[in-house]
């Protein structure tokens, strides 16, 4: 019985850490590091890049 907690402890820490923090109206995710299809933004509110696919930013007029 108390192995089976922990290991339901276990996964519920792994879920809650692998959760990425979204951000740019729920369009970015922010992370250390953007993918190669991802430009960096802004920064998030944990020093973090928002990385954004490049099609959701708006262009300058």
Known sequence: MKLM?????VILLLVR????MRC??????CRTTC????VFHILCTDEAKCCVNPK????KT
């Open 24 to 29: 740019w109206g729920k369009l970015g995710r």
């Open 5 to 9: 907690l922990l290991v339901l402890a």
């Open 17 to 20: 850490v692998t959760q990425a």
């Open 56 to 59: 959701h930013i708006p262009v």
């Open 35 to 38: 993918e190669q299809n991802e």
